[in-house]
């Protein structure tokens, strides 16, 4: 049985009740796990506020500021987690951005400055979150990250993203490499197509859901809680043998040659 009980997990990019982490936390806190949650924090708090009060039913035991870009609150949240958790089982990775301008348009159009911004926050961060994890996984442990198709295939206006996504996906087979002797497995979760507010920022969104749901091969498109559950399995003793890959959670439609 799927059973997280006595594992601590860090879960990163809650924003709001679309946010496919928040979906993940769900599941992850129903096979018992003791949830940490971080936030992107904004000067006036309201980022804060929000996510306190849908996590609330959670009962996280860490609730912590930090954006990616800022090292000193990276550092700081792992810090916490040694203090407060001593040992982290469970690190979920599910954070990205890109600028609008570079979500839609010409590919070839992309400044240096937004094609940085993207892969900054979008991969590098999976590189820095899980060195800080690496010394606190003391008895093994789980990473997951969030991917998407246009990483390995082009999809209309996901751009940069599909860059970052790229670099994501490799990303997850070199930290596999080097964290697997120490018994840390990194996987990435490719998920469907779900509106969120990082989703509808990619020009023509609902267009590909709608196009998903008549083309794949279980007619939808896929939910945040499904999505969670193959997390919650990527996470538990279930997937133990499971390392550096990337599972397709998208209701079949990376199989599909035509559509
Ligand atoms: N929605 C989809 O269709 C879809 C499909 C496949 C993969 N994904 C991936 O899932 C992940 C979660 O996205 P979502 O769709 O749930 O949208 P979302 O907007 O709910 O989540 C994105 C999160 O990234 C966080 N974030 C952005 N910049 C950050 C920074 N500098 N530091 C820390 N956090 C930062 C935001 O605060 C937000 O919580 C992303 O990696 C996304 O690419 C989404």
């Known amino acids: 049985m799927l059973n997280l009980t006595g594992k601590n997990a860090l879960v990163t ?5 679309r946010s496919i982490a928040w979906g993940i936390a ?10 940490g949650i971080t936030y992107l924090p904004d000067e006036k708090g309201r980022m804060e506020k929000k996510v306190a009060e849908l996590v609330e039913p959670l009962n996280p035991s860490l609730f912590l ?7 000193a609150q990276i550092q700081s949240t ?11 089982d469970i690190l979920i990775h599910c954070l990205a951005f890109a600028k609008k301008d570079d979500l839609s348009g010409d590919f070839s159009k992309t400044t240096r400055e937004g094609f940085n911004l993207a ?13 800080a994890a690496k010394p606190l ?12 198709l246009g990483g390995v295939k082009v999809i209309p206006n996901y751009n940069v993203m599909g860059i970052a996504k790229a670099a994501l996906e490799m990303n997850v087979r070199y930290l596999a490499a080097e964290l697997g002797p120490q018994n840390i497995r990194v996987n990435a979760i490719s998920a469907g197509p779900i509106r969120t507010l990082a989703s509808s920022a990619v020009g023509g969104i609902l267009d590909m859901i709608h196009h998903v749901e008549e083309v794949a091969p279980l007619r939808r498109t896929v939910t945040q809680t499904e999505v969670g559950n193959a997390a919650a399995f990527l996470c538990s003793d279930l997937s133990s043998g499971i390392t550096g890959q990337v599972l397709y959670v998208d209701a079949g439609y990376e199989i599909m040659g035509m559509g």
């Open 137 to 148: 996984m003391t008895e093994g442990g789980s990473i997951v990250t969030l991917t998407y």
């Open 13 to 17: 990019g809650i924003a709001n009740n």
């Open 119 to 131: 892969l900054e926050i979008s991969a590098y961060s999976l590189i820095q979150l899980s060195g």
């Open 78 to 88: 792992f810090e916490t987690i040694a203090e407060k958790w001593g040992k982290l």
């Open 65 to 71: 500021p930090c954006d990616v870009q800022n090292e």
């Open 26 to 35: 769900q599941q992850l806190h129903q096979a018992g796990a003791n949830i």
